[in-house]
């Protein structure tokens, strides 16, 4: 079976460029070159997968982005430029899987459709991989509450191991920072980025050979945090 991915794109030599790469990588492909469309078409296509440009000619993408979460939990990752980040978070916080910035790459887009569609049939994958996420040197083990890196045991607090094992479940996609301090601290957490930075430069500082270039954990600027993916 091919999957079916709509692309949502105004500018028709992107949208022409995504549809070249996907085909040649066998998905099969619909286009939408307004929102309007967009909408018809997620309900009458029941893609797979959608890839949405949040700057449309008759709407913002976000309404999109609202609309088909009313019905539907199918994997939307947005196009954005890279100046927008508020943009890239409204879009997450609506319930975006994920996001890709302009100009971007064919290898940067199949790896984010492999990882949403991942996510798709095993939401918490990682975990359900014998309670271990394995990449690189880095073992976190979801049970036992422990983390190693290169066979040996990394103490963490309590905090940090949460942020960590949040991450680790999640690789490959993009945590907003408001998305983790709830998961770690309630929907009333108080939107604080700073305690999220002082956790993770403690936590590069025990996980990263040089905290400066980290090789696990990368900061999205202005979005939040993604843990490399272990599955691509
Ligand atoms: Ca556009």
Known sequence: MR???????DERSISGFIKTVLTANGYDVVLA????EAGAMAKSHCPMLVILDLGLPDMDGTELIRSIREWSRMPIIVVSARMHERDKVEALDLGADD???????????????????RHMHV??????????FRSGELMVDFEKHRIQIGGTDVHLTQN????????????????TYDCILRELWGP?????????????????????????????????????????????
Not at 33 to 36: E, Y
């Open 3 to 9: 999957i079916k991915i709509l692309v949502v794109e």
């Open 188 to 232: 009333y957490a108080k939107s604080d980025n700073q305690i999220l930075r002082v956790n993770m430069a403690n936590i590069r500082r025990k996980l990263e050979k040089n905290p400066a270039e980290p090789k696990y954990i990368f900061t999205e600027v202005g979005v939040g945090y993604r843990m490399i993916d272990n599955g691509t």
């Open 123 to 132: 939401p918490n994958e990682a975990a359900a991989n014998d309670g271990v």
């Open 160 to 175: 940090e191991f949460r942020i960590v094992a949040l991450l680790a479940q999640n690789a490959g996609k993009v945590m």
């Open 99 to 117: 996001f890709i910035t302009k100009p971007f790459g064919t290898d940067e887009l199949l790896a984010r459709i492999r990882t949403a569609l």
């Open 33 to 36: 070159h307004t929102g309007a």
